[in-house]
């Protein structure tokens, strides 16, 4: 008996937190109505503000790629013997 009743509260406790994660996404949509355009284009991965972002993003990590390959060819390596 104790055991059904662990169940039936765990299938509740599932079924109140899916339920809330519904009600969170419709008020997050219905909110960024009002929020206006600056909320909705960090999500939206479509708009052209979040191209912009890819566009500046790849810039920024092909400008870090760049320095850590001149740090890698600029370091000096020993070359590792091992005895076998």
């Known amino acids: 008996m104790g055991s059904l ?3 039936v509260l765990i299938i509740l406790l599932l079924i109140v937190v ?3 994660a519904i009600i969170r996404r419709f008020l997050r949509g219905f909110f960024s109505i009002f929020r206006g355009d600056s909320g909705a284009k960090e999500r939206n ?5 979040g191209e912009n972002y890819d566009v500046v993003q790849s810039e920024e990590g092909a400008v870090r790629m760049r320095k850590f390959k001149t740090l890698a060819e600029d370091s000096e390596y020993e070359e ?3 005895e076998k």
């Open 18 to 20: 899916f339920v809330f």
């Open 45 to 49: 991965e479509n708009s052209v503000s």
């Open 5 to 7: 009743l662990l169940f």
């Open 80 to 82: 590792c013997v091992t």
